[in-house]
């Protein structure tokens, strides 16, 4: 079996990802700290899979660190990058902690890649990238304009590092720019779990509707949309996991077309926030409690992708719709509050 090193393998994408490679045949170790996620998701991953993962608790800002996992596992093939802060709102109010963190970990990791001469390397990117775009659905050929956060910056600086790194150094990369991962693992053992206030629309929706948040907020509802909310293009995240076991096969078996392919990883179809609300509704029977707010600084108002690319080059294929987004997510999150109770229930007997 190949070894892969899958960075942030504690987190909502790599967690999935994880299970998803280990589905395909990889092997798999994982670097997480763990500052932006917590051990629940590794030991979801370990009951899908039945098995346990090597998880270094390193941060990838220390060089020392990250390099003596590479010395200790000189066979890996492949790295799958996910390790970053990702809250868009957040690195608007603290830029130079998302240019610090995003920046840093990945030149220690390139630097391991070329001194173990691993020969494989995916990038998690981003939608961000194209900042607000001229036309939609963006292709991969789309202008790269000026990012509107300081998170989509660090996208794109991490795009041209790996760009200029693959050029000169024997390695081969991809850059898979996600659009919006939302949803949970079918088996609800694993899904997105933010650390404090949710960053993020789906988590936002569920949290109000088990009672963990009294409301939540639709950032902007006088944008040039068809119901004044944002576009985005939701993908559910083990759509998102599995295009990361393709593009290492697609890596592996040398089909790639340069040094530094590039896919977008969406379903071509933007949904608003208002309705991605109307359909969390129509799934779970819940009524959200949601309040119209003001526009938020870093967001773009309408995305999508064309993903031909990606199903044609990859063979990737998209399995579930935003029904199905909003039903895993809903169950995630109603399987969280029946351990949290477990976990009381226990602590009084005690």
């Not at 990802?17 to 979801?44: A, K, Q």
């Not at 600084?297 to 992708?305: K, S, T």
Request: with cysteine.
């Amino acid at each position: 079996m190949k070894k892969i090193l899958v960075t942030g393998g504690s987190g909502y994408i790599g967690s999935h990802t994880i299970v998803d490679l280990i589905e395909n045949g990889f092997d798999v170790i994982s670097i997480d700290d763990n500052s932006r996620s917590t051990v629940y998701g590794m030991n979801g991953v370990e009951k899908i899979i039945g098995k346990k993962i090597k998880n270094y608790k390193v941060d990838l800002k220390n060089f020392d660190e990250t390099r003596a996992v590479f010395q200790e596992n000189t066979d890996v093939v492949g790295v799958i990058h996910f390790a970053a802060y990702k809250a868009v709102g957040e690195s608007v109010q603290f830029p130079l902690m998302y240019f610090e963190n995003n920046l840093f970990s990945l030149i220690n990791l390139l630097k391991c890649v070329k001194e173990f001469n691993v020969p494989h390397f995916v990038f998690s990117s981003s939608c961000t990238v194209y900042g607000n775009p001229d036309a939609i659905p963006v292709t991969e050929l789309s202008a790269i304009k000026k990012a509107e956060s300081p998170y989509g910056a660090t996208k794109q600086m991490g795009e041209v590092m790996l760009q200029d790194f693959s050029k000169v150094e024997n390695v081969s990369s991809i850059l898979l720019r996600y659009f919006n991962p939302v949803g949970a693992h079918p088996s609800s053992l694993i899904g997105e779990l933010p650390l404090g206030k949710p960053m993020n629309l789906v988590p936002a929706i569920t949290q109000t509707a088990i009672g963990k948040l009294p409301k939540m907020f639709v950032w902007g509802h006088d944008y040039p949309t068809r119901d004044g909310s944002c576009i985005r293009d939701y993908i559910h995240v083990c759509d998102i996991a599995h295009a990361h076991t393709l593009a290492l096969e697609y890596l592996i078996n040398q089909k790639n077309k340069t040094k530094c392919d590039v896919f977008n990883l969406g379903t071509g179809d933007g949904v608003t926030v208002l309705e991605a609300i109307k359909m969390f509704e129509e799934v779970s029977g819940v009524k959200l409690n949601y309040e119209l707010g003001p526009r938020r600084d870093g967001d773009v108002i309408a995305i999508y992708a064309n993903n031909d690319a990606a199903v044609n080059e990859l063979g990737w294929k998209i399995k579930y719709g935003i029904k199905e987004m909003m039903d895993t997510a809903w169950k995630w999150e109603l399987r969280i509050k029946q351990e949290e109770a477990l976990m009381t229930q226990q602590a009084d007997l005690n």
